[in-house]
């Protein structure tokens, strides 16, 4: 099962993610997977507050921090757990910038093809993927070609995997709103 949740930046969006998978894993191991790195001190700090708020919590998380092997996270998964991916945008700039990937229409949608194949390599190996993702689609597109396509490549990762997923939410001011399916918990 693949649940998705979006919203914008600081809206609660990770906070829901993490207390949906924790009731989606019934006991099952819960695998965290940490897409950002700390390129700032704004990032060092953002890190810094997700892994005190799932220190605070009950429940144990086993932490895949990028970069990431997603064959080694598919092969450590069993049916009852549940992969709670924070976040796909900081993941796909990751596999496009961090090299020419963002260059070429076709290359960048092999990217996201590929990306969209271990998302659901992960799915198939365990009870849900919970996917966190943001919403940039707001303040319009800019002209600048690079973050065009970036953005063109993420609207269709969030078609796709919206699509294929059991529930998707939106999360506003810390307020979860679904948009397909029912909530999971």
Request: contains cysteine; negative net charge; aromatic residues 8%.
């Amino acid at each position: 099962m693949i649940v998705f949740v979006s919203g914008a930046a600081r809206s609660g969006k990770s906070e829901v993610a993490e207390i949906c998978a924790i009731r989606l894993s019934r006991g099952g191991r819960l695998h965290y997977i940490a897409t950002a790195q700390a390129m700032d001190e704004e990032m060092e700090a953002r890190i810094r507050r997700h892994q005190e708020r799932r220190a605070a919590q009950a429940a144990h998380w086993t932490v895949w921090e990028a970069p990431f092997s997603s064959q080694e996270i598919a092969a450590s998964l069993h049916p009852d757990d549940v992969v709670l991916l924070d976040c796909l945008t900081t993941w796909l700039a990751h596999e496009l910038f961090f090299g020419e990937n963002w260059k070429i229409d076709a290359t960048a949608q092999a990217v996201a093809c590929r990306m969209l194949d271990e998302v659901r390599a992960w799915a198939d190996a365990c009870r849900a993927v919970v996917i966190v993702s943001n919403e940039l689609f707001a303040g319009g597109v800019p002209d600048d070609p690079g973050t065009f396509r970036y953005m063109k490549t993420l609207g269709l990762l969030h078609q796709q995997l919206v699509a294929e997923a059991a529930a998707a939410a939106v999360v506003e001011c810390g307020l979860l709103r679904v948009k397909k399916g029912r909530w999971p918990g």
